[in-house]
């Protein structure tokens, strides 16, 4: 087989698949239910806290741990509220299929979003309302609207 022929070959596509876990860390405020972003604003970026996990981790371990290094807090993991799935080309071209899963967590005390890793600018409570309306990543959206949704039903039926 010639090189000329090869170089007229079409590139092989290539894909993997990635996960990565985070949260949506909320507390009530007496004006009302604030959420964590991350940010770095000088990109542009507000999102929910995620991240890759090590060696041997579950999603649920994956996530406290990511959250906990991205925004400072410990935090206690509530419920699963579903996931997001994208397509993205990383450095060499290779097609990612990404899987995210986000879980409902409340800080639980001790730490604060300004011990957060050097990953963002910024990372602090913002009102649920205003979260939704920053957050970058639109495919976020119906996980926040999905928490929003369930720190609502928790409050009416617990109390909490």
Same mark, same amino acid.
């Given at each position: ?5 090869? =170089?007229? /070959? ?7 698949? =990635? ?9 009530? =405020? #007496? ?21 890759? #996990? ?14 906990? /290094? ?5 935090? /206690? ?84």
């Amino acid at each position: 087989m010639s090189d000329r022929w090869r =170089a007229g /070959e079409p590139a092989r596509l290539r894909a993997r698949t =990635a996960m990565s876990a985070g949260g949506v860390v909320y507390r009530r =405020a #007496p004006s009302g239910v604030e959420i964590v972003l991350v940010a770095r604003p000088s990109e542009g970026l507000w999102a929910l806290p995620k991240g890759t #996990p090590e060696p041997g981790e579950t999603r649920e371990q994956t996530a406290l741990r990511e959250v906990a /290094e991205e925004t400072g807090l410990e935090v /206690e993991l509530l419920d699963e509220l579903g996931e997001v799935r994208y397509q993205f080309a990383d450095r060499d071209g290779t097609t990612v299929d990404k899987t995210v899963y986000y879980f409902l967590m409340s800080a639980t005390g001790g730490g604060h979003v300004d011990d957060h890793d050097h990953e963002h600018e910024l990372v602090d409570w913002f009102d649920v309302h205003e979260a939704q309306r920053l957050i970058t990543h639109r495919n976020q959206l119906p996980i926040l609207d999905r928490a929003a949704d369930y720190i609502e039903r928790r409050r009416e039926g617990h109390g909490a």
